[in-house]
């Protein structure tokens, strides 16, 4: 069905006005993140020559950094905004998952609920980088479902605390951990506990994996390839947008559907209703967990009483923060407000 209303919003400025009073009200709210955990590597150096070896080049290492990425990206920017987390998720037994521990500790996130898991490792991303130049990246995981031991524990540790959440952010890294029947349940108890769940999707999954939120926040090319809608049906990108994000919200069921569009900002598909908002990027370093940002400040914002529209602006602004960064960091309040001071006066 087509959307009865489109418009691209333009005078933002009452809901720049909405973010500092959002900010005061994200302390007393608390989510649930479930998902799927890993660390971000660095190894960062130079290169000068090329090895005697093989063809390649030769990174002389200056510094290492390991950071929280996938789903703890997602939970410090909960920490660092000013939210409380409880993280449900499941790692292996190693020395990395002690490291996550550690840096979620580090990062704020008091709520840890990590399931141990000896039959995998700890996801790892390591990232060979000559400054800004990636080189190579090398993964650690293993990608497959969650045993049925191990998925029970992951339920019942949830169910403990839904009731004390204010909504479920679900975040799906297709590592395996969110599997039909965790999704089917979390859905479940967020019905029976009047909680909202928002998905943050992964293409690599069926589409019918998120059936039961309430909001998911692909961006364009996992909307794209979540909807099954083909490029070359269409006759331009605007009837593409349309078509996607309306084809998504009614097979799946969605409430509300953001989808984010990179420099191009974000549509919201609510009601009848499509919305396009503008970006507040002004230099973009590195897109690397900006979603996760997204998320997480929609989320919180949303759980805070607010509207979908000041929820996406706050959102929006947050994202603009950390993509001027490189890798997986958090927004903080401090960095917020700059930058909504930056934004009012270029209005």
């Known amino acids: 069905m087509k959307a009865q209303r489109q418009m691209v919003l333009k005078d933002l400025s009452p809901y720049l006005e909405r973010v500092p009073k959002i900010l005061q009200k994200v302390p007393k709210v608390r989510a649930l993140v479930v998902g799927d955990i890993g660390l971000d590597e660095y190894l960062s150096g130079e290169v000068r020559r090329v090895s005697p070896e093989a063809p390649v080049p030769v990174l002389e290492v200056l510094n290492e950094d390991s950071r929280l990425g996938l789903t703890g990206n997602v939970a410090q920017n909960v920490s660092s905004l000013g939210g409380h987390v409880d ?8 020395d990395a998952s002690a490291i996550l521990r550690q840096k979620l500790t580090e990062a704020g996130v008091q709520g840890l609920h990590i399931i141990d898991d000896s039959s995998r490792p700890t996801t790892r991303k390591v ?85 039961g939120a309430h909001l998911m926040t692909p961006n364009r090319d996992e909307a794209v390839a979540l909807s099954g809608v083909d490029y070359d049906e269409l ?113």
């Open 127 to 211: 990232r060979a980088m000559a400054g800004p130049h990636h080189l190579l990246r090398v993964d650690f995981e293993k990608k497959q479902p969650l045993s049925k031991a191990v998925e029970e524990q992951v339920i019942a540790r949830c169910e403990s605390l839904v009731d004390s959440c204010d909504f479920i952010l679900v975040e799906d890294y297709a590592k395996g951990f969110l599997t039909p029947h965790l999704m089917e349940r979390l859905s479940h108890m967020a019905r029976a506990h009047g909680k909202k769940v928002i998905v943050d999707p992964n293409p690599k999954s069926q589409a019918g994996l998120y059936r």
């Open 235 to 347: 006759r331009d990108h605007n009837d593409l947008l349309l078509n996607v994000g309306e084809k998504l919200k009614a097979d799946l069921g969605l409430d509300q559907l953001v989808m984010t569009r990179g420099k191009d900002g974000m549509s919201l598909f609510f009601e009848n209703e499509v919305v396009h908002l503008p970006t507040f990027a002004k230099q973009v370093f590195d897109v690397t967990g900006a979603g996760d940002t997204v998320i997480a400040a929609l989320g919180m914002a949303l759980a805070s009483g607010e509207d979908l529209i000041s929820a996406c602006v706050f959102a929006n602004l947050a994202a603009g923060v950390v993509v001027g960064k490189v890798g997986c960091v958090p927004c903080t309040q401090e960095e917020l407000l700059e930058a909504l001071s930056k934004a009012q006066k270029e209005l």
């Open 87 to 94: 993280l449900v998720t499941v790692c292996g037994q190693d």
